[in-house]
C-alpha cells in the first residue's frame, strides 16, 4: 500500500499505459455499465498452471533474482533499507515511509506465506538488492463471493535504475509464481490512478502533536488560530485529548482471538468488499506487537464487544534539524456495538496519543467517514486507489469497501 504523505502528484487517467494495456484488468473507459454487461468475475478464466511459464522472466545479465528470506537479519536489512531509501515518498522528497523490520517481517509472513512471493532483483556482481515486490496470500469476499486472491505489495525500484523498466518484469514475475500456485487474482493499492481502480478512498489525518507536526511541515497552524496572540497554544489546546480513555479498553490476548473473529466477521458481513478472516488470520494481523501493531477489547460478562486496532508506520524526517522521524498510527479494523463508532475512535486517538504517536491516519472506508469530522481528523490531499486484476468488479463506494492494505 502507498500511505498517507502530502503532497503526492496525480496522473492524468487518459495517459496510454504501455504495460497495464496488455493486461487483464479493466480499461479507463470501461463504465459499471460495462461490467454489469460483461458480468463480475474473471476477466481471463481460461488458465492451467500446466501452461504458466516455468522459468524466470529475463532481466539484464548484471542482475539476478533473489528470494530474500526475511527471517534472515541479513537479508530483512537489505529489504529495509532499499525500501527507507526509494519507496515512497512526498514530491517535495520532506518525509520517506520508514517501514521498520519488524513491521516488515509481520507484512510479510501471514498463515500460508511464500517465500517464493519475496522477489528481489540484486546486482550480479555486488548481491546489492536493488528492487523488490511481494505477494500474500489472502481471502476476499467480493459480494457473496469468496476468492482466493495475492495480496501485491512493496513494489519498490532503486532510483538510480528506474530507466530499465523493471517494475513490469517484477509485476510479471510475482504474477508467473504466484500463477504457478493456481491462483488467478490478485488485490493491490496505488496512491495513482492505473487501468481501473475498483475504489478511491481519501486520507485523513488527525493530529496528536500539532506542534512537532507544524514544525517539520506535515501541517501548518488552521487558519482560524493565526489571528490570536498565541496561535500554537489554541492548536493545542483544540487537538487536546483526555489523559484516559472513557471505555474499559484492554490490550487483545491470545485467548480473544476466537472473540474477535466472530465480532469482526459479523461485522465486515455489511460490506461489498472485505478479508475473509479465519482464526490464524486474526492471531496474526491483530495479536499486539510492539511498534507494529495494537489492538484493543472491550470484554463485559466473558464476551468481546467492541474492538479497536492501528498499525504503526513511521516516516523518516528529511533535512528537519530537530525532527528525525514523524511516527504515525493508522486506523486498521475496529467494531462497535456498546457504543458508537465516535466514541470508540476518541478513544483510539487516546491511546495513540498516550504511546507518542505524532498523528492518527484513517481512511474515509468502512464506517470512518462517521467520525473523521467529529473527531477533527483534517482532510488529506492524497487518494488510495485499489485494483483488482483478473477480475472485473463495478465500482465500491468507500462506505463498502472493507479491506485494508498494509
Sequence with gaps: MEPALPGRKKVDPTAPHKFWDTQPVPRLSESTDTVVHAGEGEINPDHKVEDVQQEPYKIPEAYEWFNPDVLDDNDI????????????EDDDSVFRFAYPK?????????????????????????????????????????RDNVITVTEINFLCVHKQIRSKRLAPVLIKEVTRRVNL???????????????????????????????????IGFSRIPYQFEKFQRPMEMTKRHFALPDKTALPLRPMKEADVPKVLALLSKYLERFVFAPH???????????PRDGVVNAYVVEKDGAITDFVSFYTLPSTVIGNAKYSLLKAAYSYYNVATTTDIVKLMNDALILARNLDFDVFNALDLMENAKFVRELKFGIGDGHLQYYLFNYRFPDVEPKDMALVLL
Design 77 to 88: 536489512t537489505q529489504l529495509y533499507e532499499l525500501l527507507a531509501g526509494h519507496y515512497v
Design 102 to 142: 519488524d513491521f516488515l517481517v509481520w507484512a510479510l509472513t501471514p498463515p500460508g506465506w511464500l517465500r517464493d512471493w519475496h522477489i528481489g532483483i540484486r546486482v550480479r556482481a555486488s548481491k546489492k538488492m536493488v528492487a523488490f515486490i511481494s505477494g500474500i496470500p489472502a481471502k476476499l469476499r467480493v
Design 181 to 215: 500456485q493456481n491462483i488467478w487474482q490478485a488485490v493491490y493499492t496505488a496512491g495513482i490512478v492505473l487501468p481501473r481502480p475498483i475504489s478511491s478512498c481519501q486520507y485523513w489525518h488527525r493530529s496528536l502533536n500539532p506542534q512537532k507536526l507544524i514544525s
Design 277 to 287: 478472516f479465519e482464526e490464524h488470520d486474526i492471531k496474526h494481523w491483530f495479536l
